[in-house]
């Protein structure tokens, strides 16, 4: 299948404490600066380590909908802040694939979004009953695998609309089969994804094309994602951080740049916990200023603490932030 590489970019950063100054018990704290950009009208997703400041710069437009890889994992992901929409249908008891579809009321129907508190809950799983039902698929008990029980109507990036049925995933081989097609049956497309190999989190696929999308580092190579993402408090498109699998991360009044009070407990799970609401913006300006009453801590894959201190977010227009990112050593 075609993959879109991902481009690895060096860090841009500046080193602002370079010596740094030493607590009472001869800790000392390094503060770097970095300066990174997710381009005009947020056009790219940046995936950011922050042990060695690598970051992964990917277009955010370039699929429609992404498959968990963990074999006891059942989260499908759509890309909702690209233009993908996505509603299940309203089927009837002993439906079939070849059924027609009426969307008549398609634009009245309920959307569905990815969770913004975690990764293990995508769009496709929105419509979840509770164990065994996943939303997209029934779990059985007896072979451990997921059987596709909800129809979908996609309206995928490119303005097109689908038909879609996750038709199951064989969990201990990590496979996944969906097809999908036109609203009228035609242009139809069978998909069998075999993940087993993966070392990502996700892989991604787009619809337009009918292709695997190769955009995400592999899951240790990464901390933080800086995206736009829906804020499921208002079911609005917001421009923020999220956390990886295993990242943990929590907000403090601690504000001073010097100071080595970095804390050990209390870090929250929740992959928003960063999020988007550590910038203002001024509605008669458009300008962004920063919330300087906040800093974060961030618990990286590895167990080392950061705190990360925003300084600038420039808006639509460059896609352009800044942070201060500090580590005891």
């Known amino acids: 299948m075609k993959k879109i590489n991902y481009l690895?970019?060096?860090?841009?950063?500046?080193?602002?404490?370079?010596?740094?100054?030493?607590?009472?018990d001869s800790v000392s704290l390094t503060t770097n600066s970095v300066t990174l950009s997710m381009g005009g009208g947020y056009a790219?997703?940046?995936?950011?380590?922050?042990?060695?400041?690598?970051?992964?710069?990917?277009?955010?437009n370039n699929w429609d909908i992404a498959f968990s890889v963990p074999p006891r994992e059942?989260?499908?992901?759509?890309?909702?802040?690209?233009?993908?929409?996505l509603k299940v249908y309203p089927t009837s008891p002993g439906w079939n694939w070849s059924?027609?579809?009426?969307?008549?009321?398609?634009?009245?129907?309920?959307?569905?979004?990815?969770?913004?508190?975690?990764?293990?809950?995508?769009?496709?799983?929105?419509?979840?009953t509770g164990h065994p039902n996943y939303g997209w698929g029934e779990y059985d008990v007896n072979t451990h695998n997921l059987t596709g029980i909800a129809l979908y109507i996609i309206q995928t990036r490119a303005g097109s609309y689908k038909k879609i049925w996750i038709m199951n995933k064989l969990s201990a081989q990590q496979k996944y089969s969906f097809i999908y097609s036109d609203l009228d049956g035609?242009?139809?497309?069978?998909?069998?994804?075999d993940l087993s190999s993966s070392t990502k989190n996700f892989v991604y696929y787009s619809l337009d094309t009918d292709a695997e999308v190769d955009r995400e580092p592999d899951k240790d190579k990464w901390d933080l994602l800086f995206t736009k993402y829906i804020d499921k408090s208002i079911n609005y498109p917001v421009t923020g951080v999220l956390q990886n699998i295993n990242v943990t991360a929590l907000?403090?009044?601690?504000?001073?740049?010097?100071?080595?009070?970095?804390?050990?407990?209390?870090?929250?799970?929740?992959?928003?916990t960063i999020g988007a609401d550590w910038k203002v913006v001024d509605m008669q300006t458009y300008q962004y200023s920063i919330d300087d009453t906040r800093v974060f801590f961030?618990?990286?894959?590895?167990?080392?603490?950061?705190?990360?201190?925003?300084?600038?977010?420039?808006g639509t227009t460059t896609g352009n932030l800044s942070f201060d990112l500090s580590v005891l050593k």
């Open 8 to 24: 690895i970019i060096g860090l841009v950063f500046s080193i602002l404490i370079n010596s740094c100054t030493k607590s009472t």
């Open 44 to 60: 790219n997703d940046i995936y950011y380590s922050l042990n060695d400041g690598l970051m992964t710069s990917v277009p955010r």
């Open 74 to 85: 059942a989260a499908i992901l759509s890309n909702t802040t690209s233009g993908v929409v």
């Open 99 to 128: 059924d027609p579809v009426d969307t008549a009321g398609f634009q009245s129907w309920t959307p569905l979004y990815n969770s913004d508190t975690t990764w293990t809950e995508g769009a496709f799983n929105m419509n979840a």
């Open 186 to 193: 035609t242009n139809e497309h069978t998909v069998n994804l």
């Open 251 to 272: 907000e403090s009044t601690d504000t001073d740049p010097q100071s080595t009070a970095f804390p050990s407990t209390g870090f929250l799970t929740a992959i928003s």
């Open 298 to 314: 961030v618990k990286d894959l590895n167990g080392t603490v950061f705190r990360l201190t925003f300084k600038s977010f420039e």
